[in-house]
């Protein structure tokens, strides 16, 4: 299997020229890419293909298919983690939620991450690689299969910090918006980042509508320079001048992402000073009350902060939501499974109780 490619990771396109080199019909590739965008599992599954072409392309090609190690389902609100094994044997996962409107799929991007913000559960687990277009999509279509229903929409919210493998993601994007593949729209995907302008920049000319959250979690940079290590290349007036470009570039709404931390970034100082910053922004700030994390003494913000913080803002006409939080018995946020998992079966190679 070593060595061959995988047919998750190819555009029609890329089918089209396989289909040249094996000296088969081109018409074909279309077909291949419906079926291993329908989750198949093997080739010989491709049952209008004949036997010789299946053969032909099993000798250079596979589909690569991520395996379920663990999935946990929420009581509370039918949110289910799952945690994936790809073929070199590391761990990803994804979070599947269930809304009124339909299933919305939360995926990672890089096994690990560079970022080390200093509130968040990946960061302790350093990075090993990113991940290839295949194994993003191979998230969707998994849990899509698993569910039994359409997912809808997709959040790039998961570990690792996707325009840090800008190439593989915006390639994933071309893969599940074709109408071939899942057909997922682009104003249907939203992408997580922490803030890397080149790439907002670039993606601004991508043609790719999607709307694009930055985790901002702080008013000014001296805040903001204390738990987001990222902020020493890119000042928040980098990336607010590159979000106006984007909106003005795409017309879509962006997301600031404020993680509320008692004590550090949730008084009214803070809100009149991030008010002040985003006001008149085609925007929307989403707080989210901070997932507390064995390896930082970050706590959540008292609940009339929160309160206090979003009628500062919306009084600057600013949009502001309190996330709601989802799976909170299964430990659905921010890298907290994949984590826990890793130091179980390190307890278990030790042999020790878990
Ligand atoms: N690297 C990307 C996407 C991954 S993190 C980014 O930085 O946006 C997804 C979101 O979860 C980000 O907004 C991140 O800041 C937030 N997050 C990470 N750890 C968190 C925690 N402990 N509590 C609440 N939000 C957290």
């Known amino acids: 299997m070593e060595g061959k490619i995988n047919l998750l990771d190819l555009t029609v396109e890329e089918i089209q ?3 040249v080199d094996l ?22 599954e491709m049952t209008n293909l004949s036997k010789s072409l299946r053969e032909a392309l099993g000798n250079v090609s596979t589909i690569r298919k991520l395996k379920i190690k663990h999935k946990l389902v929420s009581k509370i609100d039918g949110t289910t983690k799952y945690l994936f094994e790809l073929e070199d044997g590391n761990i990803i996962e ?15 991007s890089q096994l690990g991450c560079k970022m080390g ?11 090993i690689r990113d991940l290839t277009p295949g194994e993003i999509l191979d998230q969707v279509l998994t849990i899509q299969t698993d569910a039994g229903k ?29 109408p071939e593949g899942l057909n997922i729209g682009y ?28 985790s901002l979690h702080a008013p000014n940079d001296a805040i903001r320079g204390e738990i987001m290590p990222v902020n020493k290349k890119y000042s928040i007036d980098k990336i607010i001048e590159a979000c106006k470009i ?53 706590k959540k913000s008292e609940r009339r902060n929160i309160d206090q913080f979003r009628e500062i803002l ?41």
Not at 187 to 211: A, F
Request: charged share 25%.
């Open 246 to 298: 984007y909106t003005e570039v795409t017309k879509r709404r962006i997301t600031f992402e404020y993680a509320m931390i008692s004590g550090l970034n949730d008084s009214r100082e803070n809100a009149l000073e991030l008010a002040r910053r985003i006001k008149g922004m085609l925007c929307h700030v989403n707080l989210i009350p901070i997932n507390a994390i064995e390896s930082a003494s970050y």
């Open 94 to 108: 994804s979070v599947l939620m269930v809304y009124k409107h339909g299933l919305t799929v939360c995926i990672s």
């Open 150 to 178: 359409r997912v809808g929409n997709i959040v790039i919210m998961g570990i690792g910090e996707p325009l840090d493998n800008y190439d593989n993601i915006v390639k994933f994007l071309k893969l599940v918006n074709h």
């Open 314 to 354: 919306e009084k600057y006409g600013i949009e502001a939501t309190v996330r709601r939080e989802l799976g909170a018995d299964i430990n659905a946020a921010c890298g907290q499974l994949r984590r826990s998992m890793i130091a179980n079966e390190e307890r278990i190679k030790k042999n020790e109780e878990i």
């Open 117 to 127: 913000c200093g509130f968040c559960a990946s960061t302790g687990l350093g990075f």
């Open 17 to 19: 020229q396989l289909m």
């Open 187 to 214: 104003r249907h995907v939203s992408l997580s980042t922490c803030g890397l302008v080149p790439e907002i920049l670039k993606l601004s000319r991508e043609n790719m509508p999607i709307t694009l959250s930055i």
């Open 23 to 44: 000296k088969q019909e081109k018409f074909r590739a279309k077909q291949i890419y419906q079926w291993v965008n329908k989750g198949i599992k093997d080739l010989d």
